[in-house]
C-alpha cells in the first residue's frame, strides 16, 4: 500500500521559505510516476503546486512558478517543496501526493496533508 | 490556463436521494477529467478519471459522464457517507498545460 507523510514547520514567517518534505513508502519513487504538491487554504479550494517526475524533470503552476523549487531525493524515497518570500496567502494545508502517468494525469494517492501558517 | 467552473456551491440533498453534480471547463479538455471526494480534516480521495472510469474500491453508485466541456458527477442514491465536498480537476495537454481544480460542490444533508 502506497503511504504518503507530509513534514515541516508547522508556522513560517513572512517573507522566508516554506519547506516541507514528503516521504514515500510502499513504493519506489526510482520506479516512476509524477510526485506533487498540492495546496489547501483554510475553507477553500485545491491548488495543484507542482510535480516532479522520478528523474528530476519538474512541472510548477505558473502562478507560483517564480517562488517554487520542488526536488526529490530517491536515496531516501521523498521528495520535497520549497516556497519563498511567503505570505499570509500562502498559508494552507500542504498535500504531498502521487500523480498517475500513463495517459492520465490525476492524484491516486495523498498524504494526509500538514497545516501551514504563515506569521510573524 | 483552463478554469474549472463547478456548480452548485452547495447541494442539500436527502439520504437516498440522487444527486447532480457539475463541472465545466474553460475549454475542451476532452475526457481528461477526474473527480475527488474530500471529508472534513481528510485529504481528497480519488472517484473518478477520464471522466467516467470509477478509481478502485468507488462504490457503484457514484457516476461520471460528459466529455469536452460539460461534465456530471452522479451519486445515485446518496449515503450518510457522502456527504462531503467534491472536486474536479483537468489534466489535459499535461504538462505544458498544468493541472487545475474546479472550487469543489458541497452535498449537504436536505
Known amino acids: 500500500q502506497v503511504q504518503l507523510q507530509e513534514s515541516g514547520p508547522g508556522l513560517v514567517k513572512p517573507s522566508e521559505t516554506l519547506s516541507l518534505t514528503c516521504a514515500v513508502s510502499?513504493?519506489?519513487?526510482?520506479?516512476?510516476?509524477?510526485w506533487g504538491w498540492i495546496r489547501q487554504p483554510p475553507g477553500k479550494g485545491l491548488e495543484w503546486i507542482g510535480s516532479?517526475?522520478?528523474?528530476?524533470?519538474?512541472y510548477y503552476n505558473p502562478s507560483l512558478k517564480s517562488r517554487v523549487t520542488i526536488s526529490v531525493d530517491t536515496s531516501k524515497n521523498q521528495f520535497s517543496l520549497k516556497l519563498s518570500s511567503v505570505t499570509a496567502a500562502d498559508t494552507a494545508v500542504y498535500y504531498c501526493?502521487?500523480?498517475?502517468?500513463?495517459?492520465?494525469?490525476?492524484?491516486?494517492?495523498w498524504g494526509q496533508g500538514t497545516l501551514v501558517t504563515v506569521s510573524s | 490556463e483552463i478554469v474549472m467552473t463547478q456548480s452548485p456551491a452547495t447541494l442539500s440533498v436527502s439520504p437516498g436521494e440522487r444527486a447532480t453534480l457539475s463541472c465545466r471547463a474553460s475549454?475542451?479538455?476532452?475526457?481528461?477529467l477526474a473527480w475527488y471526494q474530500q471529508k472534513p480534516g481528510q485529504a481528497p480521495r480519488l472517484l473518478i478519471y477520464?471522466?467516467?472510469t470509477r478509481a478502485t474500491g468507488i462504490p457503484a453508485r457514484f457516476s461520471g459522464s460528459g466529455s469536452g466541456t460539460e461534465f456530471t458527477l452522479t451519486i445515485s442514491s446518496l449515503q450518510s457517507e457522502d456527504f462531503a465536498v467534491y472536486y474536479c480537476?483537468?489534466?489535459?495537454?499535461?504538462?505544458?498545460?498544468?493541472?487545475?481544480f474546479g472550487g469543489g460542490t458541497k452535498v449537504e444533508i436536505k
Open positions: 516532479i517526475y522520478h528523474s528530476g524533470s519538474t
Open positions: 510502499g513504493y519506489s519513487i526510482s520506479s516512476g510516476y509524477y
Open positions: 480537476q483537468q489534466y489535459n495537454n499535461w504538462p505544458r498545460g498544468g493541472l487545475t
Open positions: 475549454q475542451s479538455v476532452s475526457s481528461n
Open positions: 477520464g471522466a467516467s
Open positions: 501526493a502521487r500523480q498517475y502517468i500513463v495517459g492520465a494525469y490525476y492524484f491516486d494517492y
